[in-house]
């Protein structure tokens, strides 16, 4: 591994401080899982690692009215057991528990996913079906992005130098409704997901859908939600015939890339049938 | 590059040292304090090899640079003392034995964490340490033991 200089403040304002005299050769550590391998693997040649392990506040996973507030540096471990989270969606606490091993989600911080931004990992899909925000700050502002406007491209995202990921926010469910995570593993259960599929569908007393997000990863540069399934299933019965054209939507709007987990062909296939999958469950 | 001092306790006894910011976890553990029986195997953390406790957390030392150990509580094989040990020779819970001592850290942090697992639920924990020699079996029927065994 190339040398670096190694910094870990003690402060939130300290880090800051420290992130905007260098902005563009300072690489933010969370836990370390996936900045550590491009560190070995000369993908990346920072001259200095910023290190957040000192900022135990930033760990903080907490709820109230507003929804779930989930601090950077929560653990996918600590996110998984976290009572608030399960309280708020079983299917989010199990979305953390799906990361990787055990090991890995021990160390491994949501900020850190999130700011990684790999098109294949879990919490995003999830956190996108939610229709969670982040808030970032810098040394002179601080600021609230839709998760969806956070995500560019491959290991893109709208952070700019000098900023923070500081923590997520997650609103309330809409009423009655119900949510799910699906994870397509046909390799190790390890691996990322070939594609994922996360659904939050709410009906009303008719049993027509009045609520539907989804949120479909590893089908394309980004986590992206499929906003024509959510519309064709808005209004609908939520039958078996709903369920297949949202499907089929939200296959079409994938772009996914040939790659060891799968052609692009089959992945967007899929997509489609792990999206009825996702909608049968919360339909 | 930066120099870190950094202290913690390895198998209860503390430790004081200075490394350069780069410096593995790994390699400060076995080539730095002697402790060989954690082994670096894929060095990306798939493989489990590596697999020590950090504050009981079972954790990949090939993902870790040894300045996150500052101020914790690392265990590596060579602090172990567990049923478990036992239950692995009785039960022919390793075959070539290189993925054994992360087998250990790992199943060992499992009957902490969860002592009643059931057989799917030590699968699924133990899903991340790999045996090339594929002798699962024995090692499912060695923690399944030392959970017997407590």
């Known amino acids: 591994m190339r040398p670096f200089d190694y910094l870990e403040p003690a402060t939130l304002e300290e880090a800051l401080a420290l992130l905007a005299e260098d902005p563009d050769d300072t690489l933010v550590m969370a836990g370390g899982t996936s900045l550590v391998i491009l560190l070995k693997q000369d993908l990346i040649r920072p001259a200095r690692v910023l290190g957040l392990r000192r900022l135990a506040q930033l760990g903080a996973i907490e709820s109230g009215s507003a929804g779930l507030r989930l601090g ?36 491994a911080t949501l900020g850190g996913n999130l700011a990684h931004a790999d098109p294949a990992q879990d919490p995003p899909v999830t956190l996108l079906a939610l229709d969670a925000s982040v808030v970032a700050m810098s040394k002179d502002r601080a600021r609230t992005i839709p998760l969806e406007a956070l995500f560019v491209d491959v290991f893109e ?39 994922s599929v996360a659904a939050v569908v709410a009906a009303g007393a008719d049993g ?22 959510e519309r064709a299933l ?3 019965r939520l039958d078996e015939a709903a369920v297949r054209e949202a499907s089929a939507l ?29 909608l049968r469950e919360v339909a | 590059m930066s120099e870190h001092r950094i202290r913690f306790t390895l198998n209860g006894e503390a430790v ?18 002697g402790k060989t029986g954690t082994k670096d195997g894929c060095s990306v953390g798939v493989c489990g090899l590596c697999t020590i406790q950090v504050d009981g957390a079972p954790m ?91």
């Open chain 1, 157 to 195: 995202t709208s952070l700019e130098p000098g900023e923070l990921l500081l923590r997520v926010e997650v609103p309330p469910l809409p009423h009655g409704a119900r949510a799910t995570y699906k994870k397509f593993l046909p390799n190790t259960l390890d691996d990322y997901a070939t594609v």
């Open chain 1, 234 to 236: 808005v209004g609908s």
């Open chain 1, 208 to 229: 027509r859908c009045t609520h539907a997000r989804i949120a479909v990863g590893g089908a394309g540069p980004v986590p992206f939600r499929a906003r024509e399934a």
């Open chain 1, 72 to 107: 950077a540096l929560a653990t996918h471990g600590a996110l998984a057991r976290a009572d608030a989270v399960r309280a708020h969606a079983p299917a989010l606490a199990a979305t953390f528990a799906a990361v990787a091993t055990v090991r890995i989600r021990e160390q």
């Open chain 2, 16 to 33: 004081d040292l200075t490394v350069p910011a780069q410096r593995l976890a790994v390699d400060l553990l076995r080539d730095d304090l």
């Open chain 1, 250 to 278: 939200a296959a079409s709007a994938a772009e996914p890339i040939d790659d060891l987990r799968g052609s692009a062909e089959y992945k967007r296939a899929m997509t489609r049938v792990w999206a009825e999958r996702a």
């Open chain 2, 60 to 150: 990949s030392a090939c993902l870790l640079l040894a300045t996150q150990l500052d101020g914790t509580a690392v265990r590596t094989v060579e602090g172990l003392r567990s049923p478990l040990q036992e239950a692995f020779i009785e039960e022919g819970g390793f075959q070539c034995g290189i993925c054994t001592s992360g087998q250990l850290m790992a199943a060992d942090a499992l009957l902490r964490e969860k002592p009643d697992a059931t057989p799917a639920e030590v699968n699924d924990w133990m899903m991340g340490n790999l045996c090339r020699c594929t002798g699962y079996h024995g090692i499912a029927r060695a923690i399944a033991k030392a959970q017997g065994a407590r």
